[in-house]
């Protein structure tokens, strides 16, 4: 059977009440009405808002919370934002990376590699000078290590500090 169509009246005020429910029921929304006159600056400057929200969503989606600087995690959000001035806010910034980032992956197997690797990178843009010390740092902490090592090996127990005389105090002995 055919359908009958209304009269072009009925089609008008049919129209009008679904936009007057619309706004009552409080969607304002900014999509472009066929029935509605607009500028053309003004549908341009809809268009473009339009673009940057999709394009915003869309980074979001891709490169997640943390690259728009917002992450789900308190803590990660003030190691983000945390701007060290001192060497004691440096210190305290190595530790909170440690202490919510690295620590859950220390117990996997790459993880000597990637203690390597990550050195590594964080030290190339020092200088010559910088290097070394670090190294020699890392050095003073493996020498550290091999001690222990030998000690636990040996089964001796730490000897209590043996007082070593100071220059001078030694016995004078006469001629």
Request: net charge positive; aromatic share 2%; hydrophobic share 35%.
């Amino acid at each position: 059977p055919i359908k009958k169509k209304g009269t072009l009246k009925a089609k008008i005020a049919e129209k009008e009440a679904a936009k007057a429910a619309k706004k009552a029921a409080g969607d304002d929304s900014d999509e472009y009405d066929s029935d509605e006159v607009i500028d053309p600056r003004e549908k341009a400057k809809l268009d473009k808002e339009r673009e940057v929200r999709a394009d915003l969503e869309n980074a979001r989606a891709l490169l997640g919370g943390a690259a728009l600087g917002g992450t789900s995690s308190k803590e990660l959000d003030s190691l983000i934002s945390v701007n060290p001035r001192t060497k004691e806010d440096f210190q305290e910034l190595s530790r909170e990376i440690i202490e919510f980032i690295i620590q859950r992956h220390q117990n996997k197997p790459l993880y000597a590699s990637f203690v390597e690797h990550h050195v590594r990178e964080l030290a190339a843009p020092l200088k010559d000078i910088e290097v070394r010390k670090a190294a020699s740092g890392l050095t003073t902490l493996a020498n550290e290590k091999q001690k222990e090592q030998r000690e636990k090996a040996s089964g001796k127990k730490k000897p209590k500090s043996t007082i070593k005389p100071a220059l001078g105090s030694a016995k004078v002995t006469g001629k």
